[in-house]
């Protein structure tokens, strides 16, 4: 199963595949609410941009890999479920299990380090494209191998995932049944009194060291985390939230049970109270996002705004939020979720 004792040939991928063909132009005013995938050039969530009710002008595909023509250019995904394709996206379909589509996008996942926003995969370009694939005895691409490559990666992770999914469970309480929020009293806080809010500090590209300490930046990614570095400054702190303040994410609040370094795109935020309990932190870092569409590219999120932005959240009395429905609300999705990835993994 060790790759690099395989052989490997290049494949054209029209040759692969049936028909590459784009997706079709949709403008975003013309959207119709609705569950259907819209797959777009995201290099996020399976490039799903968003979900739509469009059923005429419009390209469905199923079971086929999803390649970025541009935008995120040579992202690859598969997609086991109907969608509706953007035109920047180009479908691949070919008579192939999921596994042998994964390992195909794996490779041609590649093909993001050849284009880029000024060179797009057009069709032209698709049609000369190459794919590494390994091949059998006689030559032809050896899908028995990539098949069961995929499989073995999948039975190891659904095995962690299990033994991840049930620990945390176990590490908390039951469920305890609330009041449903519109049955509980909801008040305005300032954050600035509820929590220290402070600003970050910018570790520049040539004073970055490697190391494993995360350095949260103003992304809407990766809970907020740019880089991992090895630098030590004064903003590094545990059990925080970190609020972005300017860019596409402006607004956008991650919560951060683990040590980290904060750039000066961002705020952190930490509670006075209960800043410890990261079931709390998550209810109102969430209460936090709500906010962002407040602020722009004009507006940014700025430590004065923030410190003066108003937060709903259950309360006991004016000055004093209730901390303890918070915990238990976060606590029953968690056990809820963990519940139905276990019974889902089992299956």
């Given at each position: 199963?060790?790759l ?6 290049e ?16 403008k ?8 259907i995938p ?74 993001a ?5 000024n060179?797009?995969?057009n ?74 809010v ?44 970190s ?19 904060y ?9 006075n ?5 990261k ?37 006991i009395?004016?000055?004093?939020p ?26």
């Amino acid at each position: 199963m060790d790759l690099s004792d395989l052989e490997w040939k290049e494949f054209f991928v029209e040759k692969i595949y049936n028909d590459p063909k784009r997706g079709k132009r949709l403008k975003k005013e013309d959207h119709i609410e609705g569950d259907i995938p819209y797959v777009s050039s995201s290099s996020f969530n399976n490039g799903v941009d968003s979900f739509i009710g469009n059923e005429h002008n419009v390209r469905k595909y199923k079971d086929c890999l999803s390649l970025a023509n541009s935008g995120s250019v040579g992202s690859c995904f598969y997609e086991p479920f109907e969608f509706i394709a953007s035109d920047h996206i180009t479908h691949l379909k070919g008579e192939y299990t999921p596994q042998q589509y994964l390992f195909m996008a794996g490779m041609l996942n590649r093909l993001a380090e050849k284009y880029n926003f000024n060179r797009e995969i057009n069709d032209m370009r698709i049609s000369r494209e190459k794919i590494m694939l390994p091949v059998d005895e006689s030559g032809n691409p050896d899908f028995k191998f990539m098949e069961q490559y995929v499989k073995k990666i999948e039975k190891e992770k659904m095995k962690k995932y299990l033994i991840y999914c049930k620990k945390a469970l176990a590490s908390l309480d039951d469920v305890i049944l609330l009041k449903p929020f519109s049955e509980i009293e909801w008040k305005p806080y300032i954050i600035g009194k509820i929590a220290k809010v402070d600003s970050g500090r910018d570790i520049y590209d040539a004073e970055r060291v490697d190391g494993d300490l995360p350095y949260i930046t103003a992304g809407v990614q990766n809970n907020g985390i740019g880089y991992f570095v090895g630098n030590i400054n004064n903003t590094i702190t545990k059990n925080a939230i970190s609020v972005s303040r300017n860019g596409a994410g402006v607004g956008s609040s991650f919560y951060h049970e683990y040590p980290a370094l904060y750039s000066n795109d961002c705020r952190k935020v930490v509670l006075n109270d209960y800043s410890e309990n990261k079931f709390v932190s998550l209810f109102i870092t969430n209460q936090i996002m709500i906010q962002r569409k407040n602020y722009n590219y004009s507006r940014k999120m700025g430590t004065e705004r923030l410190k003066k932005q108003k937060i709903m959240l259950p309360a006991i009395d004016e000055e004093n939020p209730d901390y303890e429905y918070m915990e238990q609300y976060i606590k029953n999705i968690m056990i809820k979720k963990y519940k139905d990835y276990i019974a889902y993994a089992e299956k």
